[in-house]
């Protein structure tokens, strides 16, 4: 089992650029691959990014392609989402996840609690 921690989250305006970390302890790391997805209220979690456990392949939702990119450091049982050009479509919770098997699309084991980004105009 894992347990992940989200941090990093916050208020930012439009055009602007955060980076969110989730942190892992439990399990060996780099047993997982790892991916952030959102929600905001009312909605279904929606995928947003994926590494796998070598951090050697990632995959994006097209509504983040070239502003987020997630990366991983296996050393510090870290994984990051930079987040750039964040427009207010963007608000929302985003999740940390874990999961066994990388796969597209990306099936979650574990969740973290999440971390709140708000975008304003």
């Known amino acids: 089992q894992v347990q992940l921690v989200e941090s990093g989250g916050g208020l930012v305006q439009a055009g602007g650029s955060l980076r969110l970390s989730c942190a892992a302890s439990g399990r060996t790391f780099s047993s997982y691959s790892m991916g952030w997805f959102r929600q905001t209220p009312g909605n279904e979690r929606e995928f947003v990014a994926a590494i796998s456990r070598s951090g050697s392949s990632t995959n994006y939702a097209d509504s983040v392609k070239c502003r987020f990119t997630i990366s991983r450091d296996n050393a510090k049982n870290t994984v990051y989402l930079q987040s750039n050009s964040l427009q207010p479509e963007d608000t929302a919770v985003y999740y940390c996840?874990?999961?066994?098997?990388?796969?597209?699309?990306?099936?979650?084991?574990?969740w973290g609690q999440g971390t709140q980004v708000t975008v304003s105009t």
């Open positions: 996840a874990a999961a066994i098997e990388y796969s597209v699309p990306f099936v979650s084991t574990y």
